[in-house]
Structures are given as C-alpha cells and as structure tokens.
C-alpha cells in the first residue's frame, strides 16, 4: 500500500526565515502528490498539488513544492515564512489507478516565531 | 455558498448513545468521503462513496455506518458510541484526482 513519511512532527522557523517541510512517500510508480494545510479547529485546505508535467509546482499564499522521483520527495517550501504561516500541514498521495484514495501523511505541526 | 457542509460542528454525548453527523456537497462531485482525525491530528480515511456505492470501507467498527441517499448526501451513524471514538470527522467529496474538497469538521466528544 501507498504510504508517505512526513519528517518532523514540529518544525520551528523565525518570521522571514525559509520554511521547508519534507514529504517522501513509497511507491516505484510516482502517485498524485498533495499538500495540504489545517489551521486551529478548521478544515483543511489544498495548498498545491502534484500530477505531472513540471516538477516545480507553485501553490497558493506563496508555498512551493519540488518533485523529485530520484528522491521519492516532495517537500514543501516558502522563501520567507510569516506569522500567519502557522498551522497544520499534511502531505498526501493518491496512488495511480486507486480507487482515488487520499491517504495523509502524519502532518508537521508549523511554529512561527517572531 | 459553502462547497461542503457539515453538521453539527461539535457533537458532545454520553457513552452508549446513537449519533449521526450529516454531510453536503454543492460542488457536482461524484465521489463523497469521511475521514476521521485523532488527537494527534493523524487522518484516515474510513468510507468512500461513488455515485451512492460504497467503493472503500477501511476496518471500521460496525457501530460506524455511512449512508448515501443521493450523490450530495454522505451521512454517518454511530451506534453505541465510545470514549474512544471521539475525534474529528471530516466529510470530503472529490471528482477526480485532482484533489478533495473538505468540509470543516465536527468535533464528536464521548463523555
């Protein structure tokens, strides 16, 4: 079965400093690649998305994602972290010709300090 | 317009109570889901319904029974509730791979 590691249940980084959260997943064949993010008592909400094509994918509020199948990665990154980065962020795969199944990653806990 | 409703937001009951939790999708979607979420904010996936046929069902509890009245309906009953299903469900609806649109979750709290 499809799975993917998240590395680092909290991650600290100071306002402006680089973000970068670290997805792998396990599979010979790439899935569909996904991360999303959960802010306190919310829903969670799709930051970007891999299928294929370019292997740089740009999300929204400024996130950015590589995929690299040499690595089995798809780490997530913003250049300049801000105080409202702060939430729950969840890597996820549904794996190529599955029942559309999203199965998660155990999700880093983003701290931003001032 | 909400994309996916859920209701109620929070749900407290006592043990051994009957509860559902109802699911709505305005999206068209053709494919509806409920996930659960634990105290340490890990997901999975329990149900999936494509068009009102159960396509995934995860080991899940019986007491756990998802029902599709139409394809913008996924309701979930919960028979004879424990302290330890108490989580945050998340109803989701999806029409291809491209990603799932999630509701807000409803915080169910056994006591």
């Known amino acids: 079965a499809q799975s993917v590691t998240q590395l680092g249940s909290h991650v600290s980084v100071s306002e402006g400093a680089l973000v970068l959260l670290r997805c792998n997943y396990s599979s010979s064949v790439p899935p569909y690649l996904f991360w999303y993010v959960q802010y306190p008592n919310q829903g969670l909400q799709l930051l970007l998305k891999?299928?294929?094509?370019?292997?740089l994918v740009k999300g929204i509020n400024g996130f950015e994602a590589e995929f690299k199948k040499s690595e089995t990665s798809f780490h997530l990154t913003k250049p300049s972290a801000h105080m409202s980065d702060a939430a729950e962020y969840f890597c996820?795969?549904?794996?190529?010709?599955?029942?559309?199944?999203?199965?998660f990653g155990s999700g880093t806990q983003l701290t931003v300090l001032p | 317009d909400t994309a996916v409703s859920q209701t109620p937001k929070y749900l407290v009951t006592q043990m051994g109570n009957d509860k559902s939790i109802k699911c709505e999708q305005n999206l068209g979607h053709d494919t509806m889901y409920w996930y659960k979420q634990d105290s340490k904010k890990f997901l999975k996936i329990m149900f999936s319904y494509n068009n009102k046929e159960l396509i995934i069902n995860e080991t899940v509890p019986n007491r756990f029974s998802p029902k599709s009245p139409d394809k913008a309906h996924l309701n979930l009953h919960i028979n004879s509730l424990e302290l330890g299903d108490s989580a945050v469900y998340f109803c989701?609806?999806?029409?291809?791979?491209?990603?799932?649109?999630f509701g807000s979750g409803t915080r169910l709290t056994v006591v």
């Open positions: 891999y299928t294929t094509g370019a292997t």
């Open positions: 989701a609806s999806s029409q291809d791979i491209y990603g799932y649109t």
């Open positions: 996820a795969v549904i794996s190529r010709g599955s029942a559309r199944q999203l199965t």
